[in-house]
């Protein structure tokens, strides 16, 4: 009753195609865009937009690049930190080599650098499968941390190896550095999410995504049918850095502003994006935005409730935030183990017969 | 004056060290992954968690003191005694059996015939968990092992090398006993796998997960007896490690050390983990050695070692003693 | 989850209502991989700010309100932490962390509160006109490696021509930061600087210390972090280099870092740049008022250790400070801006040291508003393994003006170009 599926029909294949072809679903979908981009930029503060809608936008470009890759064509990456750096760099080489440019050709550009170097790195793909190969993108993760460190052209020989970003602006707005405001930060981010997420669908479901998803499903079988494995494997490979590689830039730019390689970009990020696709769903774009949301705001839930709430020591709401997201991340998989978004799917499911169940 | 080829032998010699400390980590990994086809993220933090609980049992601190003091308001800390050694690892690989009855009951039992991503993400999920109650349990505190294992240079052998070549080799005595230990584990895996009913059910696990069910072998038992047996290797790892570095946080580190080894050694094969530890660990230090510090700027290890990894790859696709992967449409 | 928080005893973090009070944020990292040292120093930290409540009712009359935030010593919870108590008013930020410092320089400059980055952080914040809200005073990295080096002068009868000296380095911003000073001490004074860098996180030194081994400098300098500090030092016990020729840096010298080697680590050195007395008076003060009720921070074992003295230190400065401000500005609750005048007019002397109850915990220094670093003094401390306990081998030591002047004015104005800052004063 609450989800209105029954009918809703259709007359032509272009209605059936549709991105969302239920019309309550089409209708949500509007409802929070709109909410997204017109409301909450009226409301947002720093703390808001620094704490939680800025990372959390950021992780799910990274989470939905990620996901073409893994979930989508079906090669396992460990390297996504490393890939952020690179974007991160690149934009930091642009603003700092092109003073004129403005941020969106900036932010695209590094996605473009990110998207080449990715593509060579996937190379070892076409000959390396599953586990193996997510442990070989490990030598790319570090062996791009260690460049970033050691070369100090990329980080213009400054002392401390750091890299900060200068301020720039978007038609007059500033959107790096100290002075932008929450909602110019917040927007910034929010039209990169919303165009790569458009971008992202209609590539999975048109022709390139079902040679991906080929490819994952059996690649002798996916090229047996016709599908060019190093063409499907490397397109992944660059797509994917692409969007990864626009998350590291606006990761350093808008969002923290000063970066060092080894720590921001480090291993765990690799991880952490992996976990954010993994336990959103994989092969989903709404399972990356799921993920992202869970492995961003949980956190600082809990710490909210924990240490602000109920006045605990910081410590034990660390440690016992370590326990409750693994807990939930097992409990989840054991309830659903495809992700949050085939829970979605279900609750869907249910929503629609409710409340008179079968 | 020692010339540069005796240098790259020490180096060498002290690859083939650091090589087996590798190897002690992979172990782990590969006795799980081969028995239930888990890639287990959680192995580096179950060697934190296990140092851990050995140094806290052998200190007699109470478990989660901090946790119970915050809540309570009282203030307790240690029972007040001290456990041997000996008694106190048996303890352990106690605590570690339980620990692996634990996942296997209320996670792994849940996910039978699940898909490996979804298996390994459990034990992305296992790995916080422990995490988190391993720091709540015993604290985040630097703790000090002290098992007994000699520590320092090994003055037989420089004493005699300089004796015969002129220049004094390096070893530390750690290493020597990791060695020995390692060597005497492995023994033990293959005795126990070839010589023993539950190893020979083990080996049939490993090859055939139904073929073995269906002779009667009763999975979860050889799941319990699996995790547990890679729990005591975590121990042993956590100590060889701890020994030199104390038990903290950056122990359940130790797991990115492996990746390299395991990927060149196969997931599935005992000798590769041996074997790929050897490589890698001579391969990073010679690297470095030769290369990476003079010409680089040094610290190329972290990165050498997957490279040198990923060249074998290339040539043997599942590692050098892994399982050939045969594809049928 | 109910039960646990109403027993819950909530000294620090209990949401008090909007009251005057003076806001004192802060970040530990009491988890993580380097929560053995951040435990100590946040213990420190809050314990003298509960001290000054309970003894003297706060600073001018006003109750000081500490409120923690875990970080973790990540970048990212470090900015939420940030973010989530500037709005209470926050008066000085501690980052506690080089990623979060340079994270929150551009911020805090753009939101007008002052950070204290004490011994870490960005160094050329000594220059007070390009950085308005930076203080890093008493010293900085720059002065810790012309500290060494001048330690290691008087070791020589003051010549230090032909020596070798390695600097074994955490590969990471931190880590590099002494390498432009040595070079250029390297040349003024003639020895040779070999560079060693180990790769986050240094769990295995081998080729490191096979190296030093082989090539026996005459000197070895480490700036290390986390583990791998106890992993040096049980390396260099290893290959028996002496332990009176090793200096680590003031983040390499606490009682966690040589506890693991045992007796081998006995007459390691290190920096410092404050004096470990586990006797002073203020010590005494903090276990009968803040410890025996029951309110420390941690359970009081930490009293009188390495990071927890610095911790105070810090606690110590940022208090003198706001008495300071209270002082300029007449009024006792004090907003961001008059603090940063109040630290911008600190002045520490041995008296007001002894009056605060811990004589010469640190050098003598005034800061200006032209030069936020203080007098750059450390000294070396010498850990002896049978006390279990850090002793201090020199009093402070001066480092050398003339080369890091110049590298301070370098680097400040390099970042004042980028950033389109003109070098002045605070208003």
Known sequence: MLYREAGDFKTSYAKDNQTFPIKFDRTGYWVILIAAAVVVPFMVNDYWASSLLVPFLIYAIAALGLNILVGYCGQVSLGTGGFMAVGAYSSYKLMTAFPWMDMFSVTILSGVITAIVGAAFGLPSLRIKGFYLAVATLAAQFFLVWLFNKVSWFYNYSASGQISAPERSVFGILVTGPNTAAWAQYLFCLIFVVVLAWVARNLTRGTVGRKWMAIRDMDIAAEIIGVNPLRAKLSAFAVSSFFIGIAGGLFFTVYLGAVEVGEVFGIQKSFLVLFMVIIGGLGSIFGSFAGAAFLVLLPVVLKVVGVDMLGMPTDIVAHLNLVIVGGLIIFFLIVEPHGLAQLWRLTKEKLRLWPFPH | ?329 | MKKLGTLTVAALCAAAPAMAELVIPDLSYRTGPYAAGGIPFSDGYQDYFTLLNERDGGIGGEPIRVIECETGYNTEKGVECYESTKGEGALVYQPLSTGITYQLIPKAEADGIPIHTMGYGRTSAVNGEVFNNVFNYPANYWDAASVAVNYLLEQNDGSLDGKTIALVYHNSAYGKEPIRTLNALGEKHGFELTEIAVDHPGQEQKSQWLQIRRERPDYVLMWGWGVMNQVAIQEAANVRYPMDQFIGNWWAGAEHDVTPAGDAADGYLSLNMNTINPDYPVFEEIRAQVIEPGMGAGDGSNVGKVLYTRGMYAAMLAAEAIAKAQEIHGVTDITPAQMRDGMAALEMTETRMKELGAPNIGPVFAVSCQNHGGSGEGLVQRWNASAGAFEPLTGFITPDASIIEPLVQEDSLAYAAENNITPACAE
Do not use: C
């Open chain 2, 1 to 329: 004056m020692p010339d540069q080829l005796l240098f790259g032998m020490e180096v060498a010699l002290n690859g083939l060290m650091a090589g087996v400390m590798y190897s002690l980590v992979a172990l782990g990994f590969v006795l799980i992954f081969k028995a239930s086809g888990i890639f287990n993220y959680a192995q580096g933090v179950m060697a934190l968690f296990a140092a851990m609980t050995l140094v806290g049992i052998q200190n007699g601190q109470v478990p989660f003191a901090h946790l119970i003091n915050a809540t309570l308001g009282t203030d307790i800390h240690n029972f007040g005694w001290t456990v041997p050694a000996l008694a106190a690892i048996l303890l352990t690989v106690v605590v570690m059996a339980i620990f692996a009855w634990l996942v296997n009951k209320f996670v792994f039992s849940h996910l039978v015939n699940q898909e490996p991503i979804i298996l390994f993400m459990a034990t992305i999920g296992l790995a916080y968990f422990l995490e988190g109650v391993a720091d709540l349990m015993w604290g985040s505190e630097i703790k000090t092992l002290d098992v007994g294992l000699p520590q320092g240079i090994n003055d037989w052998l420089e004493t005699t090398t300089f004796d015969a070549v002129g220049y004094g080799f390096f070893i530390d005595n750690l290493d020597i006993v990791a060695t020995i230990i390692a060597a005497l584990l492995v023994l033990g895996l293959i005795l126990f796998s070839q010589y023993t009913k539950q190893g020979r059910a083990l080996r049939a696990v490993a090859d055939d997960h139904q073929a073995a069910l269906s002779v009667g072998i009763s999975l979860n038992f050889i799941w319990v007896l699996v995790w547990s047996i890679a729990g005591f290797v975590a121990l042993v790892a956590g100590i060889m490690w701890g020994a030199k570095s104390g038990v903290q946080f950056s122990l359940s580190l130790i797991a990115l050390k492996a990746l390299p080894v395991l990927m060149l050694g196969g997931f599935t094969s005992i000798p590769g983990a041996i074997i790929g530890g050897l490589i890698i660990g001579v391969g990073e230090k010679l690297f470095e050695f030769a290369i990476g510090a003079p010409y680089l700027g040094g610290a190329t290890e972290n990165w050498f070692a997957y490279v040198l990894a990923l060249i074998f790859l290339v040539f043997r696709p599942q590692g050098l003693f892994g399982e050939k992967i045969i594809e049928r449409v």
